[in-house]
């Protein structure tokens, strides 16, 4: 099967000190795959790297089978790749409507970027609810749904997610993941970076393990799930 | 009587003014948290480029109306405008974007006394005056007057500050100029090109300036390299009083400078038993800057300062 994503050797360096070192990992078509890894691993660091937020210091991107490792983030985001931020980064003095049409920046087709709105609302009646309200008023769940859907507004080929549990209670991070799995079996690819292992290898097809910059383990979720190495670091046993 | 309604006429046609350029300071202080002071400055071009041409015109004695010529003016002079405010960020600014705020800040500065002194070079230090070219024609208020030119400096500015309002809250690209005022990495991850909003805000803000720079000239009747200094500190505070990154405030403190600074002219020579006469006006600016910066360093409608979204 061709990768929709295909990442090769990618290093990442904040003056000196590396973030990323020599990750190599890939994302077929119609994938849910997640990384793991503890705080500081280096994740964050490897979304932003794919997104052209912070200066890839050595590797390549590649996604459709071209080269996308130095673009500026909005010529990333032009070619069909979305993420969802950590801390989410909802506009928040901008209504929750106005938030959606953000997502739908670089698109031009006025009839389908109605329907495709009136799909997010149906997705989390919420949001449809809050339509008016400015971003910053919402709760901490109900931002998460708003940057979840303004980045599907952008109808994207591959959806990246950077720790989309992060502050929220269960019962909300129980939603948000039921509405990943959804999003998912709509053909949408997704890409999930996430601490927390155990809801992230539930939902997912394949994962990646991420230690000290490096990634040190892949394998399908279910069997990275059952394995003692991973019981031990991620899933508390 | 009389005083304050005249004051309070004279006050809101200079107050349009200074909201004219105040909105330039605060547009690009909005996106970039950086005071542009060479702001003041690209009015005074915009200002010296309309008296160039308005001044050619009438010297080939061409058989225009007066309203003409000086629109010929602004046509010329907002382009001018425009050119250099983009050239100032991409030269100046833009390499500074990831510098330590003071860098950008000082550079601000360098740009300023640069261009004043390019000014000085091509059009001397004389002054130079409006051709009294405009129509002198008055109105009777209540018991003030108010001139065609004031009218339309104040009619013309109200449409401008509106259509500002207009394109920032109800166009698609407004809405990408105030998501990346608020958090620019995230704008560009929809899809903005942050650069392009950028210099987009300082053409903008140049164009408004050249507005103003010529409505300062036909009002005071004159032109001066230096010109843009004082108008552009006044614009500055203006837009500090408001709330700076704020731009209902910037038009609100403009119109409120103009105020106070008119009644302050006024009736000084009351308060004072004639001992300060009107030439303090420009006293009671830099006194608000004072005050706004002591009891309400976010401004009248400013809500953060220091931290942001």
Not at chain 2, 37 to 65: K, N, R
């Given at each position: 099967m061709a990768s929709l994503l295909e990442v090769h050797d990618l290093s990442v360096a904040y003056g000196g000190v590396k973030a990323v070192t020599g990750a190599s990992f890939y994302v077929a078509a119609g994938e849910l795959v997640c990384l793991i890894g503890a705080n500081g691993a280096g994740k964050s660091s490897l979304l932003k790297a794919l997104t052209g937020m912070v200066h890839v210091s050595h590797g390549t991107t590649k996604f459709q089978g071209k080269a996308i490792t130095h673009l500026a983030s909005h010529d990333i985001v032009a070619r069909g790749i979305a993420l969802v931020p950590e801390g989410r980064g909802v506009f928040s003095r901008m209504t929750v409507e106005e938030n959606l049409a953000m997502g739908a920046y670089t698109r031009q087709d006025q009839a389908e970027i109605a329907a495709d709105l009136a799909q997010i609302f149906e997705l989390f009646p919420r949001l449809f609810e809050r339509r008016r309200q400015a971003a910053g008023t919402l709760s901490g769940g109900e931002q998460q749904m708003l940057a979840i859907g303004r980045a599907l507004m952008s109808r994207p080929k591959l959806l990246l997610l950077d720790e989309p549990s992060m502050g929220l209670a269960p019962l909300m991070v129980q939603k948000i993941f039921e509405t990943l799995r959804a999003v998912s079996k709509k053909g949408v690819t997704i890409f999930l970076v996430e601490q927390n292992a155990k809801l992230a290898l539930e939902i997912s097809h394949r994962g990646y393990v991420m230690e000290s910059g490096k990634i040190i383990l892949t394998d399908t979720s279910a069997a990275l799930a059952i394995n003692p190495e991973v019981r031990r670091a991620y899933l508390g046993e | 009587m009389d005083t304050f309604l005249q004051q309070l006429i004279n006050g809101l046609v200079l107050g349009s003014v200074y909201a004219l350029v105040a909105l330039g300071y605060t547009m690009v202080y909005g996106?970039?948290?950086?005071?542009?002071?060479?702001?003041?400055?690209?009015?005074?071009?915009?200002?010296?480029?309309?008296?160039?041409?308005?001044?050619?015109?009438?010297?080939?004695?061409?058989?225009?109306?007066?309203?003409?010529?000086?629109?010929?003016?602004?046509?010329?002079?907002?382009p001018a405008c425009m050119l250099l405010g983009f050239t100032i960020e991409r030269v100046a600014y833009r390499p500074l974007r990831n510098a330590p705020r003071l860098a950008p800040l000082i550079t601000a500065i360098g740009v300023s006394i640069l261009l004043q002194n390019l000014a000085m070079i091509i059009w001397g230090r004389q002054y130079i005056s409006f051709p009294p070219i405009l129509p002198r024609t008055t109105y009777h208020l209540g018991g003030a007057t108010i001139s065609v030119l004031q009218i339309f400096i104040l009619v013309l500015s109200l449409v401008i500050m509106a259509a500002l309002v207009a394109l920032v809250q109800k166009t698609k690209l407004g809405r990408a100029m105030r998501a990346t005022a608020q958090a620019p990495q995230v704008a560009g991850l929809m899809g903005v090109n942050i650069n392009s909003i950028i210099s987009l805000t300082f053409i903008i803000g140049s164009a408004l300036a050249a507005v103003a720079g010529v409505m300062v000239s036909a009002y005071y009747g004159v032109a001066h390299y230096y010109m843009g200094f004082l108008l552009g500190l006044k614009a500055f505070t203006a837009a500090v009083l408001g709330g700076i990154g704020n731009l209902a405030g910037a038009m609100l403190g403009g119109l409120l400078l103009g105020v106070i600074e008119s009644m302050g002219a006024g009736y000084i020579g009351d308060i004072t038993g004639g001992f300060m006469g009107s030439n303090y006006q420009d006293v009671f600016a830099f006194f608000v800057l004072i005050l706004v910066l002591v009891l309400r360093p976010s401004g009248l409608l400013g809500e953060r300062v220091g931290e942001r979204a």
């Open positions: - | 996106i970039l948290e950086l005071i542009n002071f060479a702001h003041g400055e690209v009015t005074m071009i915009g200002a010296m480029v309309a008296l160039t041409v308005i001044g050619a015109l009438v010297g080939a004695h061409v058989d225009l109306p007066g309203i003409v010529i000086v629109l010929a003016g602004v046509l010329a002079a907002i």
